[in-house]
């Protein structure tokens, strides 16, 4: 395309585009602005009303101005027509009908009161013409501006030889068109058939008209323009403290508890404000219960644990001690020692996890993040399931990035401990069949999920997995003698990278765990690079064997 073809088409897509773009913030400004839609509202049916009512106006003073100007000009022809008559009183077929015509029509004239043509009725021209229907058009004789006369008119009136008619007319006068009342009757004469016409010039009235029109049309803008007025201001005063009502509601929501509305006055909006700071009083009485709470239950979660960690190295080094000598004792109290030590552990266990959660709640952890090999971190956890995975049954299959660019900012330790957790969780609930370990890498965010194919989960429990001490079922044997901290924990850890860890699960189709964080620290991501559910979910309504794809590594 040439360089001005291009411009104007260049040209032309600009111009769309603006106006895509103030179509769009009208739009959003039309949603958003109650005060808007009652303004643009009141001036559309406003407008409707004006229109009709300065149309019944416009009607009414026309109809009023054209009925007494045709009273007028009827009366004023009919005294036109006696005049006529005693001019053409007389006339016989030997007179020349012309001349009798003519001077008729100079007597009409000069009998006007002020010698011109006016009267009751204003100005007017006079025509008598000598038509009948067997008088052909070329032998037609007339006074005055017959080819004014309109066809249908003359033949009407010859029609009804004893009435009266008018008509509104438009006729071309030195290349103006001029608009007359024409009223036709029939003059009383000698031996002929004559008719008067009196031409009546509607200038005046239009005029008025025209003016009537123009002041209508200026005092319904200036009309609509007090009404515009008028409602924004009504409508402001309403909008303005339903307007502050959201502000301090949205300050409210945002943790200024202290947050409240002015009353001014004892109206329904003062009413409104006093209704709302009693709600935001008593909201913010019971956070700061909640808070008291809270921090006295993360208080003593935290100083338990912590007293405990005395008496509980004490027995932990007498348990050592007997559990090294256990070789010396009876049978039954070998076992005894080995239990002792087994539920040690799991004691140490919850403790770790309660010190753990306690400092997570109490905001004082922080992330020491480094560049690491994801990959290397996923086989460390893996590795450090093994022997459970074996105990229940279960195989973990690895499906890693076979590039070398699997390096994130992250801390080791934190994202080793989710994935532990998450590969024991599905060990403990997968009976027995395989754990699927998958990781994908984007530009911006990495992704990992852990599938299992166990019982799965019911609807709306995957909202309640990573609650505190939450069980899916109680009943059922654990393999891995979890504390019920370990998925808190890990989403806490997830969100301290500033990343995200989400759960999907349905009976008889396993559960599947996402974690995403970002490849670099502060880095926003727009999505995860694994979907959830995972794509292997066959439909419900369509059972179809489930694809195996070949893993890069297994665990037995």
């Not at 006729?171 to 004559?194: K, S």
Request: proline share 5%; net charge negative; charged share 25%.
């Amino acid at each position: 395309m040439s360089g001005p073809g291009r411009w104007l088409v260049d040209a032309a897509r600009g111009l769309v585009a603006a106006s895509r773009r103030r179509s769009s913030a009208f739009s959003e400004l039309w949603r958003r602005s109650l005060q808007l839609r009652v303004v643009v509202s009141t001036l559309a049916l406003g407008s409707a009303v004006i229109f009709v009512l300065g149309m019944v106006l416009q009607n009414q003073i026309t109809e009023r101005l054209l009925g007494t100007k045709e009273e007028a000009a009827i009366a004023q022809t009919r005294t036109a027509v006696q005049i006529a008559e005693r001019e053409l009183a007389g006339t016989n077929a030997a007179d020349p009908i012309r001349d009798r015509l003519n001077s008729a029509l100079n007597k009409l004239t000069s009998s006007s009161p002020d010698q011109s043509g006016a009267g009751s009725a204003g100005a007017f021209e006079p025509v008598l013409v000598n038509d009948a229907p067997y008088i052909s058009p070329g032998d037609v004789k007339a006074a005055g501006p017959y080819e004014s006369i309109p066809q249908s008119l003359r033949d009407f009136l010859l029609s009804a030889p004893n009435r009266t008619v008018s008509q509104i007319y438009t006729v071309e006068r030195n290349n103006e068109r001029v608009t007359y009342l024409i009223v036709g009757v029939p003059v009383a004469a000698t031996n002929t058939t004559v008719q008067l016409y009196m031409l009546y010039p509607l200038a005046t009235e239009q005029r008025t008209i025209d003016v009537v029109q123009s002041t209508l049309v200026v005092g319904g803008l200036v009309l609509l323009l007090l009404l515009a007025g008028i409602t924004n201001l009504v409508t402001r005063q309403v909008v303005l403290p339903v307007r502050r009502a959201a502000r301090a509601a949205e300050r409210f929501a945002d943790g200024e508890l202290g947050e409240r509305m002015v009353v001014a006055g004892e109206d329904d909006v003062a009413r409104l404000a006093q209704s709302y700071n009693e709600m935001a009083a008593s909201i913010e009485r019971q956070i700061r219960q909640l808070e008291d709470f809270g921090q006295l239950q993360r208080r003593f979660t935290s100083d338990v644990s912590h007293e405990l960690r005395t008496p509980l190295t004490t027995v932990r080094m007498a348990a050592d001690v007997l559990h090294a000598s256990r070789a010396q004792f009876p049978a039954g109290l070998a076992r005894s020692t080995e239990l002792l030590v087994d539920e040690l552990d799991r004691f140490e266990s919850l403790l770790g996890d309660l010190l753990e959660i306690s400092r997570l709640d109490a905001g004082v952890e922080e992330l020491v993040a480094e560049h690491a090999d994801l990959r290397a971190i996923a086989r460390r956890a893996v590795e450090s399931v093994r022997v459970i995975a074996r105990n229940a049954g279960s195989e973990i299959v690895l499906d890693l990035p076979e590039s070398d660019d699997a390096i994130a900012e992250v801390e080791s330790r934190r994202v080793e401990r989710i994935l532990r957790n998450l590969l024991a969780n599905a060990i403990d609930h997968g009976e027995g069949k395989p754990v699927e370990l998958r990781m994908v890498l984007d530009d911006h965010a990495v992704a990992v999920t852990v599938r299992d194919h166990g019982v799965g989960l019911r609807t709306g429990e995957a909202d309640l997995v990573f609650n505190r001490f939450w069980r899916a079922d109680p009943s059922r044997n654990r393999h891995t003698g979890g504390t019920g901290l370990g998925l808190a924990i890990s989403l806490e850890d997830a969100r301290l990278h500033g990343g995200g860890l989400d759960a999907w699960g349905e009976p008889g189709e396993g559960a599947c765990f996402r974690l995403t964080l970002p490849r670099t620290q502060g880095e926003e991501y727009e999505g995860s690079p694994l979907p959830l559910p995972p794509a292997d979910v066959r439909p419900m309504t369509h059972p179809a064997p489930l694809p195996i794809s070949v893993p890069e590594e297994v665990y037995p």
